[in-house]
């Protein structure tokens, strides 16, 4: 018989020195850390953000008010105290690798077409179609010159 490797995905477990975005409750958008696991459906976390309005405040959290992101705090210790994660933190750049990442420009994204007004949604609409207007343009012209060679 050939032999089966059997492997378990490693992506996104909830593990110390996890990094979670909040989804529900006061802390909506901002970034925590997974200290302790507290049981299958809590965690206990903290965020120590330099951003304004950023930081969070050690305390429990059901993991449906988080989204486990793909940052890992390396070799965080388990009930690690709040200036060990500080530490850790900025040591691993987390602020600077979520800021990075194509989700939290998405997120932006989407905050900032939120707020725009119907003028400036107006205005959005008619680059999108000025951006169209010369992408199809360059194509007509490539596909009329790949049909007259």
Do not use: C
């Amino acid at each position: 018989m050939p032999e089966i490797d059997i492997k378990t995905s490693a992506w996104r477990l909830v593990e110390v020195g996890r990094v979670v975005l909040f989804t529900h409750g006061p802390y909506v958008g901002r970034l925590a850390a997974i200290v302790e696991i507290i049981d299958h459906k809590r965690i206990l976390v903290d965020g120590p953000s330099k951003k304004d309005n950023g930081s969070v405040p050690r305390h429990a959290v059901a993991l449906n008010n988080v989204i486990i992101t793909p940052i890992v705090i390396p070799k965080l210790p388990r009930a690690a105290g709040r200036a060990p994660v500080a530490r850790a933190w900025e040591k691993a750049g987390v602020e600077t690798k979520w800021d990075e990442s194509a989700w939290a420009k998405k997120r932006e994204q989407r905050e900032k077409r939120a707020a725009l007004n119907d003028f400036e949604r107006f205005k959005v609409m008619k680059l999108r179609k000025q951006a169209r207007f010369e992408v199809r343009k360059s194509l007509a012209a490539v596909r009329a010159s790949a049909k007259a060679s």
